[in-house]
């Protein structure tokens, strides 16, 4: 069974940093896209970051670049989120997601974060 | 970015009966491949996202065959043959032929 379980998220105030983290299971999580998406409240769902199988490739919504970096560890099954100079308009549920064939075929239960002074 | 556009985004429902979505694009989400790569998804409340459809018409496995998808180039639904209880929730259309992937507003489905 696919499982992915994020943690990290939390309370920070603008300008802050959190690092998000999702452990995979159930998978071959070495073989697979991994992606980040979010959920603001009161608004829809959005990509924000993908990586390949090896790390040697991220892509990022505009909105992220230069603050946020995915990243990953295929030897302890895990994707990161590093998110730095955080804004009010980052608050969402944070969900890790597995990617395939231009998709998001599974998701984590999501993290909350909420950045407010 | 390509914009996803639904309609409608609140849609009443009676159980037993018929029910659709529409999802449009602002350009033609058919890839360099061939494939045209539209998604729906469906948020239960207090759930994560669960994908029901990939690829227009795709339906996932353990998705019920009520459910169905179909479309072509920009203009793409959802339908629901005989809605039940299980089904309200907020329903969602997803790009992955570009990037940024990018979902429609999302439409809320109430009896």
């Known amino acids: 069974e696919v499982q992915l379980v994020e943690s990290g998220g939390g309370l920070v105030q603008p300008g802050g940093s959190l690092r998000l983290s999702c452990a995979a299971s159930?998978?071959?999580?070495?073989?697979?896209?991994m992606s980040w998406v979010r959920r603001a409240p009161g608004k829809g769902l959005e990509g924000v970051a993908n990586?390949?199988?090896?790390?040697?490739?991220?892509y990022y919504v505009d909105s992220v670049k230069g603050r946020f970096t995915i990243s990953r560890d295929n030897a302890k099954n895990s994707l990161y989120l590093q998110m730095d100079s955080l804004r009010a308009e980052d608050t969402a549920v944070y969900y890790c997601?597995?990617?395939?064939?231009?998709?998001?075929?599974?998701w984590g239960q999501g993290t909350q974060v909420t950045v407010s002074s | 970015d390509v914009v996803m556009t639904q309609s409608p985004l609140s849609l009443p429902v009676t159980l037993g009966q018929p029910a659709s979505i529409s999802c449009r694009s602002s350009?033609?989400?058919?890839?360099?491949?061939?494939?045209?790569?539209l998604n729906w998804f469906q948020q239960r409340p207090g759930q994560s996202p669960r994908r029901l459809i990939y690829?227009?018409?795709n339906r996932d496995s353990g998705v019920p065959d009520r459910f169905s998808g179909s479309g072509s180039g920009t203009d793409f639904t959802l339908k629901i043959s005989r809605v039940e209880a299980e089904d309200v929730g907020i329903y969602y259309c997803?790009?992955?032929?570009?990037?940024?992937?990018?979902f429609g507003q999302g439409t809320k489905v109430e009896v």
């Open positions: 350009q033609s989400l058919v890839y360099s491949n061939g494939n045209t790569y």
């Open positions: 159930g998978f071959t999580f070495s073989a697979s896209w």
């Open positions: 997803m790009q992955g032929t570009y990037w940024p992937w990018t």
């Open positions: 690829k227009v018409s």
């Open positions: 997601a597995r990617a395939a064939d231009r998709s998001v075929d599974y």
């Open positions: 990586i390949k199988q090896d790390g040697s490739e991220m």
